[in-house]
């Protein structure tokens, strides 16, 4: 099976700008997360998304969004950047079924905000 | 809430010895799941081994084996015969059980990282 894919790998933007950010899990699999990982806050939760509808949160501000599509696709939205955005954004892939599912993650997006 | 304590931040070992990682975690959960994850240069994560704490007995992977004590919430990595390829970020994470079939589990929650550096 192919594994988790994220596009873009790597994005540059300037402050007040939004991004989006694509993952695509491996197939078969409904549940779609999204971490943060930043060198001081380490591995943060943003959401987690499963048959289209967002099924838990973390700590984050409204400015970070996501969405899923029928194909289990997930996008995350982050809008009026901020420099504290700058991160590697992970996303993983699990079948979602709440039976210990080991999540899978993709490469990551790293996200620059000058 | 739960929280997952790595103490070691970093560590070194050489090629084809073994070596040892500690996790301690706190939760009051009884039903959960515990991983290591290995994060190189590349930045992808990996899993390396996941644990089911009903299980008593200690999983393996190939040169990964952990010692789980659920009494004392711990949850220890080891990596024998240690190669070059293994310098990597470690993380163990926690994970709870899922109130019913087909509920959240919750998110992962990891550790800090014990950042392995493996000598020829």
């Known amino acids: 099976k192919a594994g988790v894919t994220q596009t873009p790998r790597y994005l540059i933007k300037t402050r007040g700008q939004q991004v989006t950010l694509s993952c695509s899990p491996i197939?078969?699999?409904?549940?779609v997360s999204w971490y943060q990982q930043t060198p001081g806050q380490g591995l943060q939760f943003l959401f987690e998304y499963f048959s289209e509808t967002q099924r838990n949160k973390g700590n984050f501000p409204g400015r970070f969004s996501g969405r899923q599509f029928s194909n289990s696709r997930s996008e995350m939205n982050v809008s009026t950047l901020e420099l504290g955005d700058s991160a590697l954004y992970l996303c993983?892939?699990?079948?979602?079924?709440?039976?210990?599912?080991?999540?899978?993650f993709g490469p990551g997006t790293r996200l620059t905000v000058l | 809430a739960q929280t997952v304590t790595q103490s070691q931040p970093e560590m070194s070992v050489q090629e084809a010895e073994t070596v040892t990682l500690s996790c301690t975690y706190d939760?009051?959960?009884?039903?959960?799941?515990l991983f290591w994850y290995k994060q190189p240069p590349s930045r992808q994560m990996i899993l390396v081994i996941r644990q089911e704490a009903y299980k008593q007995q200690n999983a393996t992977e190939n040169r990964f084996s952990v010692n789980f004590q659920k009494a004392a919430k711990s949850f220890s990595l080891k990596i024998s015969d240690s190669q070059l390829g293994d310098t990597a970020m470690y993380f163990c994470a926690f994970m709870k059980q899922a109130l019913n079939y087909g509920g959240s589990q919750g998110n992962l929650i990891f550790g800090k990282g014990t950042k392995l550096s493996v000598k020829p």
């Open positions: 197939s078969g699999h409904r549940s």
């Open positions: 993983a892939s699990s079948r979602g079924q709440g039976a210990g599912d080991t999540q899978y």
């Open positions: 939760t009051s959960e009884n039903n959960y799941y």
